[in-house]
């Protein structure tokens, strides 16, 4: 049995909309279909209680893990004052982070010889590791199982198109009212991000409806300093973290709109739209020189783009419209690999691993390859291959080694990595379905799709 949940339309029915969720525990647990099955279903948890999954709790485990990073941090700075006997202020400050260390209840080096302080030291260090193994271990069969807590993480004031998760952020990409920056567990975004182009003016678009805003983001990242999005009628905007606009330019031709998408690594930014792929070094557009200092990369492909996503090491992937996908070089755009005809449709969704490449269709299939950086497109493995009942729009890697895909048959679906094996899927979500998005750890998921709602899925249990 698949679980139903709702959909939202707007920020002043939150509470609402919250309310509508069913209550669980761990004797009554909805569940996640897998066709056929007979024995272990997956299972998808839904907690009774309203709000952002899990916040106390994350913040419980954020502050043992800074107390921990903290302890570290002096035991570090006291080990190189024992070395340094010159200077009263070392000393003072050396004894006051003794006090302190001793107050965590772990002994205070004054009481301790060096052996004893440094084997505390390395105590310490073990007891962390092996509570973020376990802590890992747990996030990782959650996934092999199906099972999550899943809450509401934002409502927008207009259709949510993108989402990306960033620490205890989401960026929300809108279909007319620009990127809009969330805390975890906030009703009101903190940020806004507006971008050009005129709302009311319809491009073509690769769903269901057809048609988009020009202003529609389709494409998100962040650099840990700069916002960088893509829109439907080809523009890529990018801004500095305090919203300071330092790119706005269209990528294909303005008579010729097709969805721009990007990607940012460390200091490259890669824009594509139709046939044109465009790079930036990033701290060129954040520095103060002339224009001419700004002027990008660009090449021309055998296709239009329908998808762009990070390569092997110093590349990116392209999957184009006649279903060829492209490996190119960051630094300077030249082909490092190609697989003509990989797919009989557009390919609109990559993923590369370290030995895998997936790729799913605009028709819904899914495609697992045996791929290596420096194997030649043709000598690719095909491993394995899955459908979804339309248009694959994100590929993405879920813990315990399972792969992600959402697709606009309104279902994400999770796969065993190394068999193609369904594990279970999770529905309704809405034809317009075009992102999921992974915390570092794989422990948070956060998905658009349901109107105006993101969800999240936290598959940890902290």
Request: charged share 25%; net charge negative; hydrophobic share 40%.
């Given at each position: 049995?698949?679980?139903?949940?709702?959909?939202?339309?707007?920020?002043?029915?939150?509470?609402?909309?919250?309310?509508?969720?069913?209550?669980?525990?761990?004797?009554?647990?909805?569940?996640?279909?897998?066709?056929?099955?007979?024995?272990?279903?997956?299972?998808?948890?839904?907690?009774?209680?309203?709000?952002?999954?899990?916040?106390?709790?994350?913040?419980?485990?954020?502050?043992?893990?800074?107390?921990?990073?903290?302890?570290?941090?002096?035991?570090?700075?006291?080990?190189?004052?024992?070395?340094?006997?010159?200077?009263?202020?070392?000393?003072?400050?050396?004894?006051?982070?003794?006090?302190?260390?001793?107050?965590?209840?772990?002994?205070?080096?004054?009481?301790?010889?060096?052996?004893?302080?440094?084997?505390?030291?390395?105590?310490?260090?073990?007891?962390?590791?092996?509570?973020?193994?376990?802590?890992?271990?747990?996030?990782?069969?959650?996934?092999?199982?199906?099972?999550?807590?899943?809450?509401?993480?934002?409502?927008?004031?207009?259709?949510?198109?993108?989402?990306?998760?960033?620490?205890?952020?989401?960026?929300?990409?809108?279909?007319?009212?620009?990127?809009?920056?969330?805390?975890?567990?906030?009703?009101?975004?903190?940020?806004?991000?507006?971008?050009?182009?005129?709302?009311?003016?319809?491009?073509?678009?690769?769903?269901?409806?057809?048609?988009?805003?020009?202003?529609?983001?389709?494409?998100?990242?962040?650099?840990?300093?700069?916002?960088?999005?893509?829109?439907?009628?080809?523009?890529?905007?990018?801004?500095?973290?305090?919203?300071?606009?330092?790119?706005?330019?269209?990528?294909?031709?303005?008579?010729?709109?097709?969805?721009?998408?990007?990607?940012?690594?460390?200091?490259?930014?890669?824009?594509?739209?139709?046939?044109?792929?465009?790079?930036?070094?990033?701290?060129?557009?954040?520095?103060?020189?002339?224009?001419?200092?700004?002027?990008?990369?660009?090449?021309?492909?055998?296709?239009?783009?329908?998808?762009?996503?990070?390569?092997?090491?110093?590349?990116?992937?392209?999957?184009?419209?006649?279903?060829?996908?492209?490996?190119?070089?960051?630094?300077?755009?030249?082909?490092?690999?190609?697989?003509?005809?990989?797919?009989?449709?557009?390919?609109?969704?990559?993923?590369?691993?370290?030995?895998?490449?997936?790729?799913?269709?605009?028709?819904?299939?899914?495609?697992?390859?045996?791929?290596?950086?420096?194997?030649?497109?043709?000598?690719?493995?095909?491993?394995?291959?899955?459908?979804?009942?339309?248009?694959?729009?994100?590929?993405?890697?879920?813990?315990?080694?399972?792969?992600?895909?959402?697709?606009?048959d309104s279902f994400i679906r999770v796969w065993n990595a190394e068999?193609?094996?369904?594990?279970?899927?999770?529905?309704?979500?809405?034809?317009?379905?075009?992102?999921?998005?992974?915390?570092?750890?794989?422990?948070?998921?956060?998905?658009?799709?349901?109107?105006?709602?993101?969800?999240?899925?936290?598959?940890?249990?902290?």
């Amino acid at each position: 049995m698949e679980a139903a949940l709702p959909s939202c339309t707007h920020r002043s029915v939150l509470a609402n909309h919250l309310s509508k969720l069913p209550a669980s525990s761990s004797q009554d647990q909805a569940q996640l279909g897998l066709p056929g099955a007979t024995t272990a279903l997956a299972t998808l948890l839904v907690p009774a209680s309203a709000g952002f999954v899990g916040l106390a709790a994350r913040r419980r485990v954020w502050s043992k893990a800074k107390r921990s990073e903290k302890w570290c941090a002096k035991l570090t700075r006291l080990t190189c004052s024992r070395s340094d006997k010159d200077g009263d202020e070392g000393s003072k400050a050396s004894k006051e982070e003794r006090n302190d260390i001793q107050d965590t209840g772990a002994g205070g080096p004054d009481e301790l010889d060096d052996a004893a302080f440094f084997a505390a030291f390395r105590k310490r260090a073990q007891e962390v590791e092996q509570q973020e193994m376990e802590r890992q271990g747990v996030v990782d069969r959650n996934w092999q199982a199906g099972r999550a807590d899943v809450k509401v993480g934002a409502v927008a004031n207009d259709w949510v198109r993108r989402v990306i998760l960033v620490d205890d952020e989401l960026f929300v990409g809108t279909a007319t009212r620009g990127v809009q920056r969330y805390g975890l567990g906030s009703d009101e975004p903190r940020q806004f991000f507006p971008v050009s182009g005129d709302p009311t003016r319809s491009v073509p678009a690769d769903h269901q409806a057809e048609y988009d805003p020009e202003t529609s983001v389709t494409s998100i990242a962040w650099s840990g300093r700069c916002l960088f999005a893509g829109l439907a009628g080809g523009r890529v905007h990018a801004w500095r973290e305090d919203g300071t606009l330092l790119l706005d330019t269209v990528v294909c031709p303005e008579n010729f709109a097709r969805p721009c998408f990007v990607y940012v690594h460390e200091n490259m930014l890669i824009a594509a739209a139709g046939e044109a792929v465009m790079r930036w070094h990033v701290d060129e557009l954040e520095s103060d020189e002339s224009d001419g200092a700004k002027q990008p990369a660009r090449i021309k492909v055998n296709g239009n783009v329908h998808s762009l996503a990070a390569g092997f090491e110093g590349s990116f992937a392209l999957g184009l419209e006649d279903g060829t996908l492209e490996v190119r070089s960051l630094e300077h755009l030249n082909l490092l690999s190609r697989r003509a005809g990989a797919h009989r449709f557009a390919i609109s969704a990559v993923l590369v691993t370290a030995e895998q490449i997936l790729t799913g269709d605009a028709a819904g299939n899914l495609v697992s390859w045996r791929a290596g950086a420096a194997m030649p497109g043709e000598d690719w493995e095909k491993l394995w291959q899955r459908e979804h009942r339309g248009r694959v729009v994100a590929i993405s890697q879920g813990g315990g080694e399972v792969i992600v895909s959402a697709a606009l048959d309104s279902f994400i679906r999770v796969w065993n990595a190394e068999s193609g094996d369904l594990l279970f899927a999770i529905p309704e979500h809405r034809v317009w379905l075009g992102s999921l998005s992974m915390s570092p750890d794989c422990s948070l998921m956060a998905t658009d799709g349901r109107d105006n709602a993101v969800y999240l899925y936290r598959f940890s249990e902290d």
